[in-house]
């Protein structure tokens, strides 16, 4: 097997985040899903952006922000999504490649547009988000370049993509391109909802050993599960899983790796801004010691530090030099 040219390259959605804060009684009368992720569809879109506030945007997308913290830690990575032929894919692909990561992927023609999460932030830094996919759900597999998948140690796929059929048919082909390469395939499974809506199919590819390294917090562990028991669940999905990576939000995180565990608290924050991108953040951590063959206590530790980065201010992506940060909290 060759030496890979990428650490990681990430199939996920492409999309601008909009972040507004907002009072607790807005989300009330909006009728949203306080804390969660809700799919909208064009018309809801532009009633909730017409509803928020002064409003940050910056590109966003769950694989995509991991990959920008990933970037950042030193891996070299590459990025396959669906933008638009808009001034929002316009930006989102400058974004990406201004993080020096490689994304090729040609815009789409046409309606419907670059895909936008819009984003509300409570007084307490917690995110709710509603998420209009537009032109990332209409990815082809036609748009994977076999040879740039095969190239890369870790195949990292976005739970929220799995969604609509048509990256979804992308993703599974982009696993049997990865696996036959020998290469590594990393899934996150994203929020709850999509485990309702695909959990059968996220239980079967864990049955059947096609998932290498997993990503959960602890209510999509229930979900997955069917066993609200944290330790119960662990013991559960370890068994078939190589590496599981599940998250406690401040109760910290743990990693079983072919039998091995450790466990990380959560790094302290003065104040909590924005809980956007925590998770996303806390993989890139985890992964950037992964990649380069670090103990696995100190692949969580990394985790923890780049998600507490992240929650310290608005927006999905690390706003410091992660390597230095990484650095001064851990050591080198």
Same mark, same amino acid.
């Given at each position: 097997m060759t030496e890979p040219r990428y650490d990681v390259i990430a199939i996920g959605n492409a999309v601008v985040d909009v972040i507004a804060s907002c009072d607790d009684e807005l989300i009330e009368e909006l009728g949203l899903n306080r804390g969660g992720m809700t799919l909208v569809d064009t018309d809801e879109a532009k009633t909730l952006y017409d509803a928020m506030g002064t409003a940050r945007e910056i590109s966003g997308g769950s694989a995509a922000n991991t990959? #920008?913290?990933?970037?950042?830690?030193?891996?070299?990575?590459?990025?396959?999504?669906?933008?638009?032929? @808009?001034?929002?894919? %316009?930006?989102?692909?400058?974004?990406? +490649?201004?993080?020096?990561?490689d994304f090729?992927?040609?815009?789409? $023609?046409?309606?419907?547009?670059?895909?936008?999460?819009?984003?509300?932030? *409570?007084?307490?830094?917690?995110?709710?988000?509603?998420? &209009?996919?537009?032109?990332?759900?209409?990815l082809p597999a036609a748009a994977l370049d076999e040879e740039l998948i095969a190239s890369a140690g870790i195949l990292y796929l976005e739970g929220y993509?799995? @969604?609509?059929?048509e990256p979804r048919r992308a993703m599974r082909r982009a696993i049997e391109v990865a696996r036959a390469a020998g290469r590594k395939v990393a899934f996150t499974a994203s929020e709850s909802f999509v485990i309702d809506r695909h959990g059968d199919d996220f239980r079967s590819m864990i049955e059947d050993g096609v998932?290498?390294?997993?990503?959960?917090? %602890?209510? /999509?562990? $229930?979900?997955?599960?069917?066993?609200?028991? &944290?330790?119960?669940?662990?013991?559960?999905?370890?068994?078939?899983?190589?590496?599981?990576? $599940? *998250?406690?939000? %401040?109760?910290?995180?743990?990693?079983?790796?072919?039998? %091995?565990? $450790? /466990?990380?608290?959560?790094?302290?924050? @003065?104040?909590?801004?924005? *809980?956007?991108? #925590?998770? @996303?953040?806390?993989? #890139?951590?985890?992964?950037?010691?992964?990649?380069?063959?670090?103990?696995?206590? +100190?692949?969580?530790? +990394?985790?923890a530090v780049t998600a507490a980065e992240v929650i310290s201010h608005y927006g999905p992506r690390p706003e410091v030099d992660l390597k230095a940060l990484v650095a001064e909290k851990l050591g080198s």
């Open positions: 990959l #920008a913290g990933a970037s950042m830690l030193g891996l070299q990575c590459a990025f396959i999504g669906q933008v638009a032929d @808009d001034q929002l894919g %316009e930006v989102f692909t400058h974004d990406m +490649r201004a993080t020096g990561i090729d992927t040609a815009p789409r $023609a046409g309606d419907p547009p670059t895909g936008r999460c819009l984003i509300f932030v *409570t007084p307490d830094g917690e995110r709710t988000m509603n998420t &209009f996919l537009g032109a990332g759900q209409y993509l799995w @969604d609509p059929e998932i290498d390294i997993l990503f959960v917090n %602890e209510h /999509e562990l $229930a979900t997955l599960t069917g066993d609200a028991d &944290f330790e119960a669940g662990v013991a559960a999905v370890s068994a078939k899983v190589p590496v599981l990576v $599940a *998250t406690k939000g %401040e109760a910290g995180a743990i990693a079983i790796a072919h039998g %091995e565990r $450790a /466990e990380v608290k959560a790094q302290p924050v @003065d104040k909590v801004v924005d *809980t956007t991108g #925590a998770g @996303d953040q806390f993989a #890139a951590g985890f992964l950037s010691g992964y990649a380069k063959g670090e103990p696995l206590e +100190r692949c969580l530790a +990394r985790g």
